[in-house]
């Protein structure tokens, strides 16, 4: 083989070699800009109060091209027991938006050091030594330690649970629970500011209950009635005037 075509196949092996490298280098080039020019660089956050948010520093300088937002929006709620629902939406090129929802507070349940504020879902909001809101009493009929919860915490039981439920319920419907006395798995006593008393049961379907206690009061309305007692343990409700 001649001198000449040798250099031929050596200059066109080091051509494709300087291209090879070039498109190496351009390529991991555009990686690191768009890795760089797509860094959060700014958290916006959505709140109707203020709130120390713990998870920020974890999130500045990721790519946003490549969060998840479903997982930061788990990852936040579960670290931050106060928040009930965040929405993560993605403002190019570099904000992260947040919009946090908090859990309310519905009751307060009795403990032998004082009070658990409770949401809905049953979650410790915090604990106090007094009573410092309007917020319904839940007296349980087995006085639970203080120190065996944490804020944050869930409580689970299941007349607990139906107790925050029918809470919610009644106010929904403009009646107003004071005190809820929690005598047993059957029976959970509701006593109104009008000094009225509602009975539910922990066992019997709620929906149900709430079902029948709207046609009942309904009625009465209608009627112009007032009633002392409405006890919805059984299949055919008993009504005190």
Known sequence: ?????LLVKSLKKFKFFLLFIFLCILFFSILFFVN???????????????????????????????????EIANKI???NSFLRKVIVNKIWPVTLKLTVYFHE?????IVNQGFLNLSIDGRILSKTKEVYTDLPIINYYQKLSSNSFQIGDRIDYKDIQQTLFF????????LKP????????????FKL???????????????????????????????GKEFKKIDLRFDKPIIQF
């Open 193 to 223: 500011s009008s000094e009225k008393i509602i009975v539910f049961s922990s066992q019997k379907e709620r929906q149900f209950q709430i079902y029948q206690l709207e046609i009942i009061v309904k009625q009465f309305k209608i009627k």
């Open 36 to 70: 760089q020019f797509f860094l959060i660089k700014k958290i916006q956050i959505v709140s109707d109060r203020e709130f120390l948010f713990a998870n920020r520093d974890e999130l500045i300088n990721k790519n946003l091209i490549f969060v998840n937002q479903n």
């Open 167 to 174: 809470i919610d319920k009644l106010e929904q419907i403009n």
């Open 77 to 79: 709620v579960k670290e």
């Open 1 to 5: 083989m001649s001198p000449n075509i």
């Open 178 to 189: 004071l005190t809820i006395d929690i005598k047993g798995q059957d029976m959970l006593l």
């Open 105 to 109: 507070p519905i009751a307060l349940l």
